[in-house]
Antibody
Framework: QLQLQESGPGLVKPSETLSLTCTVS??????????WGWVRQPPGEGLEWIGS???????YYSPSVKSRVTISVDTSKNQFSLKVISVTAADTAVYYC???????????WGQGALVTVSS | QSALTQPASVSGSPGQSITISCTGT?????????VSWYQQYPGKAPKIMIY???QRASGVSNRFSGSKSGNTASLTISGLQAEDEAVYYC??????????FGGGTKLTVL
């Protein structure tokens, strides 16, 4: 059974960089046809797709965060990562890592990691 | 890009049927038969219920069904049960390997 697990600091200061890693177990992150991505959910609000990385390493980002976000993959560790620079309070959210078959939907989700931006 | 439009809330009594709508644009929902629906309980990760407009995800009850007409997709839950009370999100492929979510609909079982 595929499992995804987010890890990283739960508190980040304004203007600094948010970094999260997703560890995938029960399957290979290199499997063709699957994208790996991040979805966030501010407290009490809805879901927002942030971006995805394909099995070939191509990246795709939401226009709303494109200038501040980088998604990368480490196939040797079966992990992928998210970096968001210059964070503000508006970046406070639960961040979910996810698997996306052909980028068309999310079929597996991590449990979510709350990241709070505050001084 | 704007989120897909969903009603903020819907409600129904046990045994009844309800339908949640999801309205998009020609850039996303109208142009692709790649609409998915997710169920989320408080404090939990979302769970996929429907994908490619009408396909039920593995293990999902056949009380859940999806459809689409033009720029509007719908999720119908028949035989409403107390356990169906949750927030439901629609999502559409929006081209160029991007996704767009709806704002979410809170379903209350009366």
């Amino acid at each position: 059974q595929l499992q995804l697990q987010e890890s990283g600091p739960g508190l980040v200061k304004p203007s600094e960089t948010l970094s999260l890693t997703c560890t995938v177990s029960g399957g290979s992150i290199s499997s063709s046809g699957y994208y790996w991505g991040w979805v966030r959910q501010p407290p009490g609000e809805g879901l927002e797709w942030i971006g995805s990385i394909s099995y070939s390493g191509s990246t795709y980002y939401s226009p709303s965060v494109k200038s501040r976000v980088t998604i990368s993959v480490d196939t040797s560790k079966n992990q992928f990562s998210l970096k968001v620079i210059s964070v503000t309070a508006a970046d406070t959210a639960v961040y979910y890592c996810a698997r996306l078959p052909l980028a068309r939907r999310v079929d597996y989700w991590g449990q979510g990691a709350l990241v709070t931006v505050s001084s | 890009q704007s989120a897909l439009t969903q009603p903020a809330s819907v409600s129904g009594s046990p045994g009844q049927s309800i339908t949640i709508s999801c309205t998009g644009t020609s850039s996303d929902l109208e142009n692709y038969n790649l609409v998915s629906w997710y169920q989320q309980y408080p404090g939990k990760a979302p769970k996929i219920m429907i994908y490619e407009v009408t396909q039920r995800a593995s293990g999902v009850s056949n009380r859940f069904s999806g459809s689409k007409s033009g720029n509007t997709a719908s999720l119908t839950i028949s035989g409403l049960q107390a356990e169906d009370e949750a927030v439901y999100y629609c999502c559409s492929y929006a081209g160029s390997s991007t996704l767009m979510f709806g704002g979410g609909t809170k379903l209350t079982v009366l």
